[in-house]
């Protein structure tokens, strides 16, 4: 039996075209977190400060940044997402979004940072 191997993505880059950081020194701490959005959900609005990515693995997952802009990543897609710029999720389909998340940071350094200042927005 033969393994088939798909890369699907290799960047240097987020979704909107911004270089990604260079990765911190020290000891790095891998996490890998599964992500479920009930059909109609949306994440509160936050941003990463360290470099991450996913692969949407059921349904179609909006990410919209603060300024506006947006992007709809469809399943099976991988997605590199924006660092230090405040997004968030939404699941405008009937469908709920499962997305597995991968985050490289350094032990005990938050992955993502909440606004809930900007909740009325």
């Known amino acids: 039996m033969t ?3 798909t890369e699907l993505i290799r960047t240097s880059e987020s979704w909107d075209g911004a270089i990604l950081p260079d990765f911190p020194q ?8 599964r992500l479920e959005f009930p ?6 609005w936050h941003h990463h400060p360290v ?4 692969i949407v693995q059921q349904g179609d997952l909006t990410i919209v940044c603060q300024d506006g802009r947006e992007k709809t990543f469809h399943e099976g897609e991988a997605l590199v997402e924006v660092i230090g710029t405040v997004h968030r999720g939404e699941n405008r389909g009937a469908t709920p979004v499962i997305l597995n998340m991968f985050y490289f940071s350094r032990p005990g350094e938050e992955i993502t940072i ?7 927005e």
């Open 26 to 33: 020290g000891k790095p701490e891998l996490r890998v977190l």
């Open 3 to 5: 393994i088939k191997t």
């Open 114 to 120: 909440q606004h809930p200042e900007l909740e009325s």
């Open 39 to 44: 059909a109609g959900s949306k994440t509160g």
């Open 51 to 54: 470099i991450n990515y996913g």
